[in-house]
């Protein structure tokens, strides 16, 4: 892996201070047991001195990474984090989801030694999730070397406002941004494809799936990018999930890329999947296989994100497949946990997409099935509810699955599930009394599935951490 | 047993029901997740006896000859540019099935398309099939969107509380020929000004309410079932028997407590 040639000067008096108020504002924030103060010093310190975040970017040696999309951020941040740790390099990172402004930051001040600085920042590299929305603004101020776009699906409309202008603000940031990224683009979703016709003169390194043994039968009903830009329909020769697939446009030619990190055989289990590669092209063509310890088609892709990432970053084959098979799941991203002799999995799920890939993993395992569904709906989550009824509940009908409610709007799941042809045994808002319901369901030395929105997997996560003897999640995750 | 089997709905004795249903661009008009109200539909009718034939229109099909029902939901701008002219030629037969009493429910973005016109965000001026007598703006830049949970009151007797999620940038303005389908008690509405939600014309009903709508309000779902067995049977069609929905109350009570928590008490702004 090059080193980056960009420069940088230590930070200002007050710059150092922010970083110090800022530092000392987590401890209290831990003190005080809730939070992980994950994001308070990074707003102390970014409301102290603005320019924090330029300053900090320019410190790792290797530069930076930006990982953005709808779904897989943190997983791909995490295995990519991995893989550089593999190859030699030490990952600055944003490990527990903190992916605005100030979670850069405070990923930032964790680090940095009296004088302000990244101890070893030569040896480093910052690996950061930015949340979709927030890239374009940051992607001036934090000049990443290397940008990884995975998906973009419909999710949180009441807070994000429409997916269109998401997908506008990214291309307008790589219209301006003056030295544009490398671009690590999935090139099996269209409007991720596209984003390379927005980055004149920038190297473009692609992944996406080859693999017509994992494609869906029938297209799933959340589906978002459906039209190319001149207006007509998409054509499928395969789809894999939503609206990604292998993709033309019958009109003006546009057309999927071939990519350049592509998985030719995919063998998903219950616990994981075995993902044969090809990358590179013709005579320099290299072919690979990695075992992934999660489960899931998306698993999969996030998997492939941070592969090609990393080999645009330059490091190898063998190194990306030994750290990809030993990098456990990110946080409360397919965590396990060992919990009154029951094995308890726990799944993110917040909006259509994603649901509906964790649903198609739940139903890979043999029955009996045991799921506790949580919904809430703070501002994390999403304060509107609709986007349950775009989610395919439906895969569940027939399979027997049992399944307890719960969350704030456990109501309204148990609405959609029974609409589904599959309603609850149990209706239970409150976390405690709902995991002792769904763990008293599960037969002993069986699985417990709990899938849950943002707010409702922190609840349920430290429930499950203490039950099992695990740490807070500040202290879990590396 | 025998006065079990006479308490039964008249469907078990009778030929069975079926209502004629038409979703309209249910490919492009999708992303607020009302096809929630299809769901609901097919599950309630089947609970009443009635079998739903579903009729997909989408961009240059034509209409069937005659329908029961229409169902159109809510877009992004990008949909809605799309579909708009090719619903605004549709107008005179939609306005005549309103007319004759076709059942019909137009949600946000396909209300406002259902309206005379839709001036978007970007200036653009879009023609509506005209089925209300309404017309919608949206300011654009530095307005806010009407965001946020609603409880609104339907002013068609037997229909009562409604709950729902709004999420729109237009402002929705009633002309003379139009009434409102429900009066705002918590939440924007039409406009967050005059405190009317939606629009009817006969048994055409146009709303900004997501949620999805139909799950979570049985009571306007059983009147849109009723005035479709209407169109279909005639004026002597049975009423539909009073059927429990109990998952149905309790996410509609569960969203009115939501709404009171966080949404505005209406109250005219200007």
Not at chain 2, 154 to 165: D, S
């Given at each position: 892996?090059?080193?980056?040639?960009?420069?940088?000067?230590?930070?200002?008096?007050?710059?150092?201070?922010?970083?110090?108020?800022?530092?000392?504002?987590?401890?209290?924030?831990?003190?005080?047991?809730?939070?992980?103060?994950?994001?308070?010093?990074?707003?102390?310190?970014?409301?102290?001195?603005?320019?924090?975040?330029?300053?900090?970017?320019?410190?790792?040696?290797?530069?930076?990474?930006?990982?953005?999309g709808t779904n897989?951020?943190?997983?791909?941040?995490?295995?990519?984090?991995?893989?550089?740790?593999?190859?030699?390099?030490?990952?600055?990172?944003?490990?527990?989801?903190?992916?605005?402004?100030?979670?850069?930051?405070?990923?930032?001040?964790?680090?940095?030694?009296?004088?302000?600085?990244?101890?070893?920042?030569?040896?480093?590299?910052?690996?950061?999730?930015?949340?979709?929305?927030?890239?374009?603004?940051?992607?001036?101020?934090?000049?990443?070397?290397?940008?990884?776009f995975l998906n973009l699906f419909r999710d949180?409309l009441?807070?994000?406002?429409e997916v269109d202008s998401v997908a506008e603000?990214w291309a307008?940031?790589?219209?301006?941004?003056?030295?544009?990224?490398?671009?690590?683009l999935n090139a099996d979703d269209p409007s991720i494809a596209q984003l390379?016709e927005?980055?004149?003169?920038?190297?473009?390194?692609?992944?996406g799936v080859?693999?017509?043994?994992?494609a869906l039968t029938h297209a799933d009903h959340a589906s978002d990018a459906r039209f190319c830009g001149c207006g007509s329909r998409f054509t499928y020769e395969a789809i894999y999930m939503g609206h990604v697939g292998r993709w033309h446009c019958p009109t003006c030619g546009r057309t999927r890329p071939?990519?350049?990190?592509?998985?030719?055989?995919?063998?998903?289990?219950?616990?994981?999947?075995?993902?044969?590669?090809?990358?590179?092209?013709?005579?320099?063509?290299?072919?690979?296989?990695?075992?992934?310890?999660?489960?899931?088609?998306?698993?999969?892709y996030?998997?492939?994100?941070?592969?090609?990432?990393?080999?645009?970053?330059?490091?190898?084959?063998?190194?990306?497949?030994?750290?990809?098979?030993?990098?456990?799941?990110?946080?409360?991203?397919?965590?396990?946990?060992?919990?009154?002799?029951?094995?308890?999995?726990?799944?993110?799920?917040?909006n259509p997409a994603g649901?509906n890939e964790?649903?198609?993993?739940?139903?890979?395992?043999?029955?009996?099935?045991?799921?506790?569904?949580?919904?809430?709906?703070?501002?994390?989550?999403?304060?509107?509810?609709?986007w349950?009824y775009d989610a395919d509940?439906?895969?569940?009908?027939?399979?027997?699955?049992?399944?307890?409610?719960?969350?704030?709007?456990?109501?309204?799941?148990?609405?959609?599930?029974?609409?589904?042809?599959?309603?609850?045994?149990?209706?239970?808002?409150?976390?405690?009394?709902?995991?002792?319901?769904?763990?008293?369901?599960?037969?002993?030395?069986?699985?417990?599935?709990?899938?849950?929105?943002?707010?409702?997997?922190?609840?349920?996560?430290?429930?499950?951490?203490?039950?099992?003897?695990?740490?807070?999640?500040?202290?879990?995750?590396? | 047993?025998?006065?079990?089997?006479?308490?039964?709905?008249?469907?078990?004795?009778?030929?069975?029901?079926?209502?004629?249903?038409?979703t309209l661009y249910d490919d492009v008009m999708n992303v607020y997740a009302d096809r929630?109200?299809v769901?609901?539909?097919?599950?309630?009718?089947?609970?009443?006896?009635?079998?739903?034939?579903?009729?997909s229109v989408s961009l240059g099909d034509?209409?069937?000859?005659?329908?029961?029902?229409?169902?159109i939901g809510g877009g992004q701008d990008r949909e809605q540019r799309r579909i708009a002219e090719d619903l605004?030629?549709?107008?005179?037969?939609?306005?005549?099935?309103?007319?004759?009493?076709?059942?019909?429910?137009?949600?946000?973005g396909g209300?406002?398309l259902?309206?005379?016109?839709?001036?978007?965000?970007?200036?653009?001026?879009?023609?509506?099939?005209?089925?209300?007598?309404?017309?919608?703006?949206?300011?654009?830049?530095?307005?806010?969107?009407?965001?946020?949970?609603?409880?609104?009151?339907?002013?068609?007797?037997?229909?009562?509380?409604?709950?729902?999620?709004?999420?729109?940038?237009?402002?929705?303005?009633?002309?003379?020929?139009?009434?409102?389908?429900?009066?705002?008690?918590?939440?924007?509405?039409?406009?967050?000004?005059?405190?009317?939600?939606?629009?009817?014309?006969?048994?055409?009903?146009?709303?900004?309410?997501?949620?999805?709508?139909?799950?979570?309000?049985?009571?306007?779902?059983?009147?849109?079932?009723?005035?479709?067995?209407?169109?279909?049977?005639?004026?002597?069609?049975?009423?539909?028997?009073?059927?429990?929905?109990?998952?149905?109350?309790?996410?509609?009570?569960?969203?009115?407590?939501?709404?009171?928590?966080?949404?505005?008490?209406?109250?005219?702004?200007?």
């Amino acid at each position: 892996m090059s080193t980056a040639t960009q420069q940088s000067s230590p930070p200002s008096p007050r710059e150092r201070l922010a970083l110090l108020l800022g530092r000392a504002s987590r401890a209290i924030a831990r003190r005080l047991g809730r939070s992980g103060g994950t994001a308070i010093p990074g707003l102390v310190a970014g409301a102290l001195a603005p320019s924090l975040i330029e300053r900090l970017a320019l410190q790792p040696g290797h530069g930076v990474a930006t990982v953005t999309g709808t779904n897989g951020k943190t997983t791909t941040t995490h295995l990519l984090a991995a893989i550089l740790r593999a190859g030699g390099v030490d990952p600055l990172t944003n490990p527990s989801g903190s992916n605005l402004e100030r979670g850069l930051i405070a990923a930032y001040s964790g680090s940095v030694d009296g004088r302000g600085l990244v101890p070893r920042a030569d040896a480093r590299a910052g690996v950061f999730e930015v949340d979709e929305a927030a890239l374009a603004r940051l992607m001036p101020r934090l000049r990443p070397r290397l940008a990884v776009f995975l998906n973009l699906f419909r999710d949180q409309l009441d807070r994000y406002g429409e997916v269109d202008s998401v997908a506008e603000g990214w291309a307008r940031a790589l219209e301006e941004v003056q030295t544009p990224p490398t671009l690590v683009l999935n090139a099996d979703d269209p409007s991720i494809a596209q984003l390379a016709e927005h980055a004149r003169g920038a190297r473009v390194v692609t992944f996406g799936v080859d693999d017509d043994a994992v494609a869906l039968t029938h297209a799933d009903h959340a589906s978002d990018a459906r039209f190319c830009g001149c207006g007509s329909r998409f054509t499928y020769e395969a789809i894999y999930m939503g609206h990604v697939g292998r993709w033309h446009c019958p009109t003006c030619g546009r057309t999927r890329p071939v990519p350049d990190v592509s998985a030719r055989r995919i063998e998903l289990r219950e616990d994981g999947s075995t993902v044969h590669v090809a990358i590179g092209h013709g005579a320099e063509q290299q072919t690979f296989q990695f075992e992934l310890p999660l489960a899931g088609l998306y698993s999969a892709y996030n998997a492939l994100a941070a592969a090609a990432a990393a080999y645009a970053l330059g490091l190898d084959v063998v190194t990306i497949a030994s750290a990809l098979a030993e990098a456990g799941p990110a946080f409360g991203r397919q965590e396990r946990f060992e919990v009154a002799g029951r094995r308890v999995r726990l799944l993110l799920a917040k909006n259509p997409a994603g649901l509906n890939e964790v649903l198609r993993v739940l139903t890979v395992a043999a029955p009996p099935l045991t799921v506790l569904a949580m919904l809430n709906d703070g501002v994390q989550d999403g304060q509107d509810v609709s986007w349950i009824y775009d989610a395919d509940l439906e895969m569940l009908a027939g399979t027997g699955a049992t399944i307890v409610c719960s969350g704030d709007r456990a109501d309204d799941l148990a609405l959609r599930f029974s609409l589904a042809g599959c309603p609850p045994v149990s209706v239970i808002p409150q976390t405690e009394r709902a995991l002792d319901a769904a763990l008293a369901r599960t037969p002993p030395g069986g699985r417990l599935d709990v899938v849950a929105t943002y707010t409702a997997m922190m609840d349920v996560r430290s429930a499950l951490a203490r039950r099992a003897g695990v740490g807070a999640y500040w202290e879990a995750s590396k | 047993m025998t006065n079990d089997e006479q308490a039964q709905p008249s469907s078990t004795q009778h030929a069975r029901r079926s209502i004629r249903v038409v979703t309209l661009y249910d490919d492009v008009m999708n992303v607020y997740a009302d096809r929630g109200n299809v769901i609901a539909l097919r599950a309630r009718a089947a609970e009443h006896g009635v079998d739903v034939e579903v009729t997909s229109v989408s961009l240059g099909d034509p209409l069937p000859d005659d329908t029961d029902l229409v169902l159109i939901g809510g877009g992004q701008d990008r949909e809605q540019r799309r579909i708009a002219e090719d619903l605004a030629a549709h107008g005179p037969r939609l306005r005549a099935w309103a007319d004759e009493n076709v059942a019909m429910l137009a949600i946000c973005g396909g209300y406002q398309l259902f309206g005379q016109s839709y001036r978007d965000g970007t200036g653009a001026e879009l023609p509506g099939a005209g089925v209300f007598d309404v017309t919608t703006v949206a300011p654009g830049p530095g307005w806010a969107r009407c965001i946020g949970d609603v409880i609104a009151t339907a002013v068609v007797p037997g229909v009562g509380e409604l709950a729902g999620f709004e999420n729109h940038g237009g402002r929705t303005y009633l002309g003379p020929g139009a009434r409102p389908f429900a009066m705002v008690d918590y939440g924007y509405g039409n406009n967050g000004d005059d405190g009317t939600e939606g629009a009817q014309r006969n048994e055409a009903i146009g709303t900004y309410l997501h949620g999805s709508l139909l799950p979570k309000n049985p009571a306007l779902l059983d009147h849109l079932i009723a005035a479709a067995l209407r169109h279909r049977e005639g004026p002597d069609s049975e009423p539909l028997a009073s059927i429990g929905a109990p998952y149905a109350e309790r996410a509609h009570a569960a969203a009115v407590q939501v709404a009171k928590r966080r949404s505005r008490r209406w109250s005219r702004t200007s």
